[in-house]
């Protein structure tokens, strides 16, 4: 047995699952605003219960490392990395906007995912589909909504947007034609997907060295932004 223990807490919500063998054991998502310490461990206590597993039958720990929002990043990452260092096991980092395009499964259309930044931005990537990890087409970068959907509307594919952004800029969305709006159910990170990477990549030894897994924030926080100066919330 490979049992890979996922967390992602780059959103409002965070969500766990396990997987063995890249297949879904169990899996737990809540809401959690910016109580994400709070509700991190008992979550990740009761996905490990469900199965019957203690942390040391973990062969390694998977993480979304964002971007998203900071609070939240900081304890999804702190904690995969205390519990890879401490059960001395591996640990695997994928994008949390690879991770939302990965639980769409196959689609045809080309995948936008766009994540509400707060002042007055997104978080964006696209992707085509591809098991288990999407194919990418752009880097994760954080993008002016008006511009971005500038950019959407002179592609000739037809497109499939998800992501809290879509309801956070309505009009500026809507100008996208040739966009489908995928469920809001697909509109946080995929754990079950992020096990599924996390077993393949670990099948081909594709393990990211502690150091070098840190929350992919793209800009500084809100918290040292001058008065006066953000954006809008």
Request: aromatic share 6%.
């Amino acid at each position: 047995m490979t049992f890979i223990l996922g967390l992602d807490t780059s959103t409002n919500f965070v969500g766990v699952a396990l997987a063995d063998n890249g297949k879904k054991v169990a899996a737990e998502s809540h809401f959690a605003a910016r109580q994400h310490a709070e509700v991190m461990a008992p979550t990740i206590v009761d996905v490990l219960s469900s199965a019957g597993v203690t942390p040391h039958d973990l062969a390694a720990i998977a993480v979304g490392i964002g971007p998203g929002l900071f609070t939240g990043l900081r304890v999804g990452v702190t904690t995969a990395l205390v519990m890879a260092q401490a059960l001395d096991i591996p640990l695997l980092a994928v994008s949390s906007l690879e991770l939302m395009a990965a639980g769409l499964g196959e689609v045809t259309r080309e995948i936008v995912t766009v994540f509400d930044a707060k002042r007055g931005e997104v978080f964006y990537a696209s992707f085509r589909a591809g098991e288990p990890t999407p194919v990418r087409l752009s880097v994760d970068a954080v993008v002016d909504p008006t511009e971005l959907v500038d950019q959407l509307m002179a592609r000739a594919s037809d497109l499939v947007l998800l992501g809290d952004a879509v309801s956070a800029y309505p009009e500026i969305f809507a100008r996208l034609a040739h966009a489908e709006v995928a469920e809001t159910d697909f509109w946080v990170p995929s754990v079950t997907a992020l096990v599924g990477i996390a077993a393949s990549r670990l099948a081909r030894g594709e393990v990211d060295p502690l150091e070098s897994v840190v929350p992919n924030y793209l800009r500084t926080s809100d918290a040292i932004i001058p008065t006066g100066r953000k954006g809008p919330r």
